[in-house]
């Protein structure tokens, strides 16, 4: 009987490790009040109890860190990085929220007890000013207690190479198509961040990472038969605009 228990348990377990984890792509936006990378949006996420929410950082000429998807923003088309905080302060979102800094965001993360957060910085024009964003948002994650909750990902390679610099040990995929899987490992980043359609072009592309030790994060699938695709194939995690439907799908296929 015990065995039998004990082999119940480690099924169930594996089966457990094996479920891809939910990541709401800039937040759980599609739904009442919310909008894209707001801290409503943060917030659904959390109440709806998905794995993780993801967001976009970028950094003002003057040194404030914002989240926005965007290098630009506002009506006016503001480019972040070559303006000031309070240039763009008040430009509000599409729920009326105004455009949060890091700091607020992360202030509202610290109450969000069940998600994670996956923490992207967005390319800038010079390596210079990535590597001064990317150290600046780690030194903000760090001081807000929020390290071990925080992964990061970016199309950037320099940020991916300054997040393992700053902390040897933290979580950093690679968002780009331009690097192999084993270029990804080579440098030292914990997992890759590809486009689906990398996955639906190259179905060993999963296994090919695993076998590196890689995690596998695919972006941005919503359509219900991608989302079971992505599921049969085995991936990490599924970064999604339709997080509660993606649990679903996860459900009945570790039901069946
Ligand atoms: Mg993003």
Redesign the pocket.
């Known amino acids: 009987m015990k065995k039998i228990l004990a082999l119940t348990f480690l099924l169930s377990a594996m089966c457990a490790v094996a479920q891809p984890k939910v990541v709401a792509h800039?937040g759980y936006w599609k739904t009442d009040g919310s909008a894209q990378n707001s801290i409503t949006a943060l917030k659904k996420a959390n109440q709806i109890k998905a794995w993780g929410s993801?967001f976009?950082v970028s950094q003002t000429a003057d040194g404030v860190l914002v989240v926005n998807?965007d290098a630009t923003i506002g009506p006016d088309k503001i480019l972040i990085e070559g303006a000031k905080y309070d240039d763009i302060k008040d430009i509000t979102l599409a729920n009326g929220e105004k455009v949060p800094t890091l700091e607020q965001y992360l202030k509202a993360a610290k109450k969000c007890k069940n998600v994670r957060l996956v923490l992207?910085v967005k390319p800038h024009t010079t390596s210079e000013k990535n590597i001064k964003a990317t150290r600046d948002a780690m030194a903000m994650v760090k001081k807000m207690g929020l390290a071990k909750k925080t992964e990061y990902i970016s199309f950037a390679s320099v940020v991916c190479d300054e997040v393992l610099k700053v902390d040897p040990k933290a979580k950093v995929a690679f968002l780009g198509s331009s690097m192999s899987a084993q270029a990804v490992k080579d440098r030292g980043y914990t997992g890759v961040d590809f486009l689906y359609t990398m996955f639906i072009n190259n179905p060993n592309l999963v296994k090919q990472c695993h076998d590196l030790g890689l995690t596998v994060n695919v972006w941005t699938v919503d359509k219900d038969d991608l989302i079971r695709k992505m599921i049969e194939q085995g991936v990490d995690y599924i970064t999604t605009n339709v997080p509660e439907r993606t649990e679903e799908l996860i459900k009945e296929a570790y039901t069946k």
Request: proline share 0%; aromatic share 0%.
């Open positions: 800039r993801e976009d998807h992207e």
